[in-house]
């Protein structure tokens, strides 16, 4: 939130090359908590800024389509998969329309799981016998990470929902 208001108020951004001493929270827990904290903060700013958007279309555009795109991506698509495998299993069979979306999310994933391994494939500067361990370690890890993710969103947009605006804490 506090990025795109500064964005708006026209400041300039540059990197810093600095090391943070922030560590992933060290069981699943505590990460799925601070990812939930992080979904509440992208969706509080995404409900503010549809409330008070800036007053040029492009501008409010652009304010929207980032404080939205965390809750539309490969996240999303993730749990189609799941509720696809889900229907599926229990011998459930949707409608061409449904079965389609459905099959084009599927496809999305694998693809952009894909990419996603050769992403760490053409970042490493590792031993090749590394870097295909990664890559693959990758592709197949990918879509479990999503699931986790759109657990965290669905769990803070039940938070919200329900009144509760704190944060979780992690160690």
């Known amino acids: 939130e506090l990025g795109l208001l500064l964005w708006e108020l026209d400041y300039e951004f540059a990197y810093l090359d600095s090391v943070t001493t922030e560590e992933s929270p060290p069981a699943l827990s505590g990460w799925i908590d601070q990812r939930t904290r992080w979904k509440k903060g992208k969706v509080y700013t995404f409900l503010d800024r549809r409330d008070h958007p800036p007053e040029a279309t492009g501008d409010r555009a652009h304010v929207l389509w980032q404080s939205a795109l965390p809750h539309l991506g490969p996240l999303n698509v993730a749990g189609l998969v799941a509720l696809f495998i889900v229907a599926n299993l229990a011998t459930y069979r949707p409608s061409a329309l449904v079965a389609t ?64 605006l704190q944060w979780e804490h992690t160690d």
């Open 101 to 164: 979306v459905l099959s084009l999310g599927s496809a999305f994933a694998i693809v952009t799981s894909t990419l996603f391994a050769v992403g760490y494939w053409s970042a490493s500067d590792a031993t090749l016998p590394t870097r295909l361990r990664r890559a693959a370690v990758t592709l197949m890890t990918v879509p479990l990470y999503w699931l986790l993710q759109w657990g965290a969103d669905i769990r803070a947009l039940g938070r919200l929902y329900g009144g509760n």
